[in-house]
């Protein structure tokens, strides 16, 4: 669905209860577009004025004004209403959600959306942040008093943007307020009519300094759109999360991989580091953070699965005529992993090239490897040093500590920063289960950094190249697949103008994903693993691989072509045809392996 459809079914919704109908059947596919642009893009070509019609027409459908003369609207409309505010919110169009608020039913959200206009829709900053104390504290404290423990933790979050932003909008713009905010905020008297203000926390803000001030409110505005996204998705449960079967139950598929047991020299090395395997109960959902001790958890469960995956995909795409004759014409081979940990897919990457075509291949390569955790990389380091002479090429290598910020604006703006400063382009750019992570976070404020990143990396590629992007297929976020979030943002990219790369595998995303209309496609290839600590393992992943446009067009043109295929190994009889999901009783070859059989 775009907004122009939303909008368009919106304004021909006869009642309150139609568009309960609507939204309940369509909420998943509404939610994302109301997330997943930068602030940039909302103003670029003035694109908030979109989503400013589409309310205006909500606003004046048959079911504005049924809320307007005092029905009550249903959750679904109130969790649509909710995505307007939050947009408006990042967008900065403070005055349209008092138009917003006008329409919620009287309680903490509404007061809520009333204070955020009153410190966001300042024309006066001299004045307005001190002039309308009273107004704010009591809608907040009002809220509040109202409030369970998750609603006063919102109340609190904006007290302290409030404070904050009464200190550094007036100081950007010249004017220093700081000591009278400061003297209102913590007013003996105050404390008595407004005991919200005694939270530990707002007091706090009055420590900081600017630069402290501009962190924590960074940290706010993604809880604050967080909270508001929890909010929305909580009014609408059933609508949302489609649960999966994860697994087949009839005739086992057979798992076609070329490479399943780790190398002797890779495991032996592993043990050198002391690697342990231990399921995690929550898998290796967020891994930014992990120590020493928890690394090598890593190294003994996860490594190992993402050097199978990454060692199978390059080995296949090595095989396919048009992709080796490019690489076999470079002098070197570049390799950028984006968020690579401990170095699995590198490893996995460099596997496949050491044993490629009918003969060893000696080209020099160049790894380039960022990541969050030091240790991690640290433990890299030792791996790629332990393993370079059994390679029969030389390796160079450089390992960054590059943290990137887990919302979509400061992502854009670091990795853009990151994708800037690079002299020389990259040959194949890989991130593997990275993105995911950002997703674990914080998945409101995350929107939109699968497309970025695509879009980004496309830039540092070569003009014969590779880029692939693989990650799980779990629902860790809490909202969604991420293998549909994974699908959805990789489309979004395709149909950019801007796009340089396109996919090349899956075969069915290769020809179709920018018609694509499967908004919840699942996409999944299973590989089963082997190494010294687990003797029957298993790993599930969705992964594209993409390459620029000209370089796509050859490849795929060499594909035998078929008109439907699996996408999905734990669903045989699920098929992609023409770009649209369905259920077909032939064998359909799988879009991931087709190729290769
Ligand atoms: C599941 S691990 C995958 C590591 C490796 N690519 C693999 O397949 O084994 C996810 C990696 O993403 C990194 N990561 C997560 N968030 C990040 C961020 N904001 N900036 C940079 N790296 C990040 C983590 O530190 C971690 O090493």
Not at 446 to 473: E, H, K, W, Y
Not at 564 to 585: I, M, Q, W
Request: include cysteine.
């Amino acid at each position: 669905m775009t907004l122009q459809e939303l909008q368009i079914a919106l304004r021909r919704c006869g009642s309150l209860a139609a568009c309960d109908v609507l939204l309940q059947a369509q909420f998943h596919e509404i939610r994302p577009l109301f997330y997943g642009l930068t602030w940039q893009e909302l103003h670029d070509n003035c694109r908030y004025l979109d989503y400013e019609d589409a309310f205006l027409t909500f606003e004046n459908s048959p079911s504005g004004q049924a809320i307007r003369s005092g029905e009550r609207p249903p959750d679904s409309v109130i969790a649509l209403l909710i995505f307007f505010l939050s947009l408006f919110e990042r967008s900065r169009c403070y005055a349209l959600i008092l138009n917003v608020s006008n329409l919620l039913p009287s309680g903490s959200l509404r007061d809520r959306g009333e204070a955020l206009v009153e410190y966001k829709h300042i024309t006066d900053a001299r004045r307005d942040y001190l002039r309308r104390f009273d107004r704010i504290l009591g809608l907040l404290q009002g809220a509040w008093n109202h409030g369970n423990v998750k609603e006063r933790a919102k109340c609190e979050d904006l007290l302290q943007e409030y404070a904050i932003d009464s200190i550094l909008e007036p100081f950007a713009a010249g004017i220093t307020i700081r000591p009278e905010i400061a003297a209102r905020f913590q007013n003996e008297s105050d404390f008595l009519r407004y005991p919200i203000l005694a939270d530990r926390s707002v007091q706090e803000i009055f420590d900081l300094s600017e630069k402290g001030l501009e962190r924590k409110r960074i940290e706010l505005r993604s809880r604050i759109v967080e909270s508001l996204h929890e909010e929305a998705c909580s009014l609408a449960p059933g609508a949302l999360l489609n649960r999966f079967a994860e697994e087949f139950s009839g005739e086992p598929i057979p798992v076609i991989q070329q490479h399943k047991t780790l190398p002797c020299f890779i495991d032996e090395q592993l043990k050198t580091m002391g690697a342990v395997y231990a399921q995690l109960r929550r898998g290796a959902r967020i891994n930014f953070n992990g120590d020493s001790d928890y690394n090598r958890i890593y190294l003994g469960t996860y490594f190992p699965k993402s050097v199978i995956e990454s060692w199978n995909i390059f080995s296949e795409l090595l095989s396919i005529p048009i992709i080796a004759a490019a690489f076999r014409q470079k002098d070197s081979i570049r390799v950028l992993d984006i968020g690579s940990g401990t170095g699995a897919a590198v490893v996995g990457t460099l596997l496949a090239l050491k044993d490629w075509g009918q003969c060893q291949c000696r080209t020099p390569v160049e790894v380039t490897s960022m990541d969050f955790n030091q240790d991690a990389l640290a433990k890299q380091n030792l791996i790629l040093d332990a393993i370079r002479e059994d390679l029969p090429f030389d390796l160079k290598t450089d390992l960054r500590h590059q943290p990137l910020p887990f919302d979509l604006d400061g992502f854009v703006r670091d990795f853009s920063s990151v994708a800037h400063s690079e002299r020389r382009k990259y040959d194949v750019i890989i991130c593997w289960k990275c993105l995911s992570e950002f997703y674990n976070v914080s998945f409101a404020v995350a929107q939109g950094i699968i497309r970025n990143t695509l879009s980004i990396s496309s830039g540092m590629l070569t003009p014969f190249s590779l880029c692939v992007v693989s990650d799980v297929t779990t629902t860790d976020n809490g909202y969604e697949y991420f293998a549909q979030t994974f699908n959805r943002e990789s489309n979004e990219y395709e149909i950019t103008p801007q796009a340089i790369m396109r996919t090349i595998i899956p075969l069915s995303c290769a020809t179709k994903s920018t018609t694509c209309r499967a908004q919840t496609c699942y996409t999944q290839r299973r590989f089963e693993v082997v190494h010294r600590l687990a003797s029957h393992d298993a790993t599930k992943i969705a992964y594209r691989v993409f390459a620029p446009t000209s370089f796509a067009d050859s490849i795929t043109a060499t594909f035998a072509k078929q008109c439907s295929y699996r996408v999905n190994s734990a669903r045989p009889d699920e098929a992609c045809l023409e770009g649209t999901k369905g259920h077909f009783s032939s064998d359909a070859p799988c879009g991931y392996t087709g190729f290769f059989r």
